[in-house]
């Protein structure tokens, strides 16, 4: 069955330093793969996704994410974190043996200190 | 923009009883689902629908139950609600037609407490 593990709860950067959250996913087949944020008492945002094409997925807000089969992972990061990127991060996978349905991971949230 | 009404935004409400979330939306998009969300596991999908009629189970069915009768209305029902069920509850359609391609666009939630 496919998942995803995002490997930190929460992660608290400084304003303008690089952010970087980690997600190990496990599929039986070829996954797609995205990052949704989602902010305060908001819903889900895509922010990026990964479906073979490009190994490196540039999203919305600055934020990339860089897909590694051979460590099957796909973590998320951008180079200088700002206020407004407090938030709840979800990686997410999907494959065509679940039929396409997308499996959340438990969340990251992000704090950043000014 | 694809838009997306949840009603209601809170409810309290009492073991036993029946509820009903609505979801709405504004343009004829085929695939809408329900997840609920708990802290520690993320989104969790509990019913999709990929028409009207047209209604399948997620990974988390048990205790509701969905109908969509137009293609704008998917309504979430829980016939005898419990303190299990307490939980927010996010409806989302895929903007881009068809279920692989795993776009969706999210409601604001629907915050549920079953005392």
């Known amino acids: 069955a496919q998942s995803v593990t995002q490997l930190d709860s929460h992660v608290s950067v400084s304003e303008g330093t690089p952010v970087l959250l980690r997600c190990n996913y496990s599929?039986?087949?070829?996954?797609?793969l995205f990052w949704y944020v989602q902010h305060p008492n908001k819903g889900l945002q895509l922010l990026l996704k990964y479906t073979s094409a490009a190994t490196l997925v540039k999203g919305i807000n600055g934020f990339e994410a860089e897909f590694k089969k051979s460590e099957t992972s796909f973590h998320l990061t951008k180079p200088s974190a700002h206020m407004s990127d407090a938030a709840e991060y979800f990686c997410v996978v999907s494959d065509r043996i679940n039929d396409y349905k997308l499996s959340f991971g438990a969340g990251t949230t992000v704090t950043v200190r000014a | 923009d694809a838009g997306i009404t949840q009603s209601p935004r809170h409810k309290v409400t009492e073991t036993g009883t029946p509820v009903t979330l609505r979801c709405h939306q504004t343009e004829n998009h085929r695939y809408m689902y329900w997840y609920r969300q708990d802290p520690g596991h993320g989104l969790r999908l509990i019913h999709y629908s990929y028409g009207v009629k047209d209604t399948d189970k997620g990974e988390v069915s048990d205790g509701y139950s969905v109908s969509r009768s137009k293609t704008e209305d998917f309504l979430l029902t829980l016939e005898s609600a419990t303190s299990s069920q307490t939980s927010v509850y996010f409806c989302?359609?895929?903007?881009?037609?068809?279920?692989?391609?795993?776009?969706?666009?999210f409601g604001e939630g629907s915050r549920l407490t079953v005392l």
């Open positions: 989302a359609i895929s903007v881009v037609e068809g279920m692989d391609t795993g776009e969706l666009f």
């Open positions: 599929s039986s087949y070829s996954p797609s």
